[in-house]
Structures are given as C-alpha cells and as structure tokens.
C-alpha cells in the first residue's frame, strides 16, 4: 500500500498505488435542488451506450429518491453500516477509509450486491404501500417530510476503488483526462470492482463475461463537448468540465470556482476515501446531519452559500451557464448582467442573461398598429 494525499478529507491515506494526477482531470457539478427525476439523464445514456443485450439492467446513469431509494438496493447504507464511526474533526475525516478498513486478503471493504438487487431501479421510490390513514405520517430513521433525487454516475474517482481491485489490472485511469475505463480485452469478469466500487458503478454483463462502466462518453470529451447526461438533462443541473487540486484552483474555472473557491459543489461520501470528482450543490431543504453524513462536513456552509446564491452576481450568473451549451467551458465570466461561457481555446461559446429579461407587451401595439387579442 502507499501513501496518497486526498484533499477532500484533509489528511493522508493508503491507497494501492503511488499518487498520480492526470493531465487533467473529468469533472462535474449537479445542483440537486434542480432535479425533477424526469429520467432524460437516464435514457439519454442508456439508448447511447447501453442497449445491448446483457445491459438491460445496466444504469450508468440513474437518478434515485433519497433517503429510500436506491440502485442497486441498500448500495449506500449496507457500506455505511459496514465502515463504522465516520467522525470529522475541523474538516478533517478522523474514521477509516474502505481502504483503511479493508479485511485481510481483500483490497477494500465492500460487497458484491444480489442480482435482485439491481432488478427494480426506481419501483415504488416514492409510492405509499397502501391506504393512508387521514392523520398518519411516516416514521422511520428519516421521519421527517423530505426527500430529494440524486443523479448519479460513475466518479471517475481520483483513487478509484475499481481499480485498486482488479488484479487482472484491466482497469485504468486515462492518462489524459482521468476517466476511468475498463480494458475489455483483458476483463475477465471476477467482479471484484464490483464488490469494492461504493458507489456500485462497476456493472457486470452476463452476456460478454465482463464488466462495462460509465465511459463519461470521452468521445465527446475529446471533441470539446459535454457528456450525453449533462446536455440532454431537462432541469439544466448538470455542468462537466475539468477540476484543479485545491492548490491549483482557477477562479475563472466554473467547476474550480464552485468546487474550491466558493464551495459550493461537494462530492458524495468523501469518507470512502476515493476523492470522488462529480461534485453535489446540496438540497437545501434536508436536515443537516443527514447532508454531513452524505457530502461531508462542509454541507451546511454550502447550503448557506446557496440560499444567498441570487443576491451574489458571480454565483447567479454561474448556475445560469449550467445547460446552456453542448461545449465545455473551460472558462468563464460574469459581466454587466451577462455570464460568458469559453471553450479550450479561448472562443466565447455561450452568453446567457443573469436575470431573464421582464417584456410586458400591451394589448394595442402603437408601433406596429395590431391588437394582440390574447391579451387582456
Ligand atoms: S465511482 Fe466506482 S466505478 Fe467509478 S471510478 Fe470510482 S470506484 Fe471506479
Ligand atoms: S435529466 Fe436532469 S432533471 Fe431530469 S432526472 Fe436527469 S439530472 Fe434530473
């Protein structure tokens, strides 16, 4: 094992290998207060890279309701049940990793979820059982009344827990921009990824005997455009583009900026240890131990920035360029009302108003002499 520096839980780690950064690294943002659960995200993945025979069970992406739902069943809660205290002191995480508490002879703790466990995405997510007597109300571990939908997709994590696992080394971090991709000619389908991946992102197929994964559709990377998830999602929450280490932050990167200089944008269970690089604008409305236990310590501070979000041009204009382009910005800037999204080299690629602009039209039009009869 060697020692690696992971940012997001403040301190050093053992992970499998040496510490390596890539040119640079994939990334997003999803502000979750957007999402609608319509499942375009979803499909737009499946129909491009998984309808083939063996993946009919097969989400890279899928959007689940929280605290209740989950793909594949209990994918979070059996892991957090197995790591113990995950305790943080002063933003630095004080439990152990899936790393630091791998069993002997395993390369991380996790589990192999039960086929069944993937066989019914979404049923029931946020149907009542049965009648619902007048007065009734839940009560669970969660009793209060919220939820919220989490989109969710392979991290291309810093540390991928995938990776360390395979000791068939048919797993491996592109060099270029750090997504994570599976050799399909060396897999030979020991599902080891799958037990260790928390986030269960790794996904066997039955009909090939290997393992296919979220690809984070670099052939569209590679073209200086957004994955199919993020430019087809309908609530806009969804903005890709690369994220510094915290010591090389541009402040004119969107995803640095909301990342590490407003911070904003947290990643999922940092605790696992894996330095996760899709990064979360916490729902605004859940309770606060349950968004530590979920995104880390610094959940209420960034629900607070959020809320002031309309009264900070920089920010407002920012969430603003969030689905307004099939490009990815590289760069961007906030200017008299209007945010201004760049591309690789440099070209102005999108600009979108911070407030929509107000046109009140009058029923009789003096300039052009016409009564627009649907107006009162
Ligand atoms: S989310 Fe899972 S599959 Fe994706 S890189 Fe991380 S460990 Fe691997
Ligand atoms: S397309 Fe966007 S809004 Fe719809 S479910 Fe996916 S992430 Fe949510």
Redesign the pocket.
Known sequence: MARVFNHQIGRAMKYWYPETRPKRQFSAV?DIN?????????LACKTTWTSGRGQELMFWNN?ESKPFGFYPLGWDVRLLDMLGAQTWNDGIYEGKTIFEASPKGQRSLGFRPEDADYANPNLGEDDSAGAIDKGAFLTNVHTAAWMF?L?RICNHCTYPACLASCTRGAIYKRPEDGIVVVDQKRCRGYRDCIAACPYKKTFFNPEGQTTEKCIGCFPKIEGGEQPQ?VV????K??LQSFVSTPDKAREDNPVDYLVHVRKLALPLFPQFGLEPNVYYIPPIHVPEPFLVQMFGPGAGAAVKAYREARQDPIVAGLLTLFGSTQRVLWRFKVENGFAHGYDEKGTQVVRVPVTEPTVVRTAFDETLRIARWNIP
């Open positions: 999803f957007k999402c609608i659960a319509c499942q375009t995200c979803t959007v939908y989109a998830c087809s999602c309908i609530g929450i969804r």
